[in-house]
């Protein structure tokens, strides 16, 4: 299996700028094509648990906009192959002081592009 071959890394990097570009600006549309449109799609928050993704798009059209803003670090995106790849990310905000965010997203190749088939976002106090 080839690992991070430049051309797969390149566009699942543009993916996941896209993401995080919507994440901020709670652009709901972008951030829901951006998910596996499949009752198979997971996504665990920092407090809900979400199965499928209607369940997803539910939760991201009640959602508040306030307080999306973040920084991202350290960020690690790994591609396997041409059709897979794994998303990592530490975030820090500002309404959520001495805490540290952990991001992680589970990409395929779907026949609409790249989309996320598995996520899983958390918190802790920073290190």
Partial sequence: M???????????????AKYEAALVSNDVDALQSLFW?????????????????????AFRAARSPVGLARTIS?????????????????FQRETAQGKVGRQMQSWARTPKGWRVVAAHVSMIETP
């Avoid at 350290?74 to 530490?90: E, K, M, P, W, Y």
Wanted: glycine share 10%; no cysteine; charged share 25%.
């Fill in 2 to 16: 080839d690992i991070n071959l430049p051309d797969v890394k390149a566009e699942v990097e543009a993916a996941f």
């Fill in 37 to 57: 449109d499949s009752p198979l799609t997971i996504r665990y928050g920092i407090g809900e648990n979400l199965y499928g993704y209607d369940e997803i798009g």
């Fill in 74 to 90: 350290r960020t690690v995106i790994t591609t396997f192959g041409r059709d897979f790849a794994t998303a990592s990310t530490l």
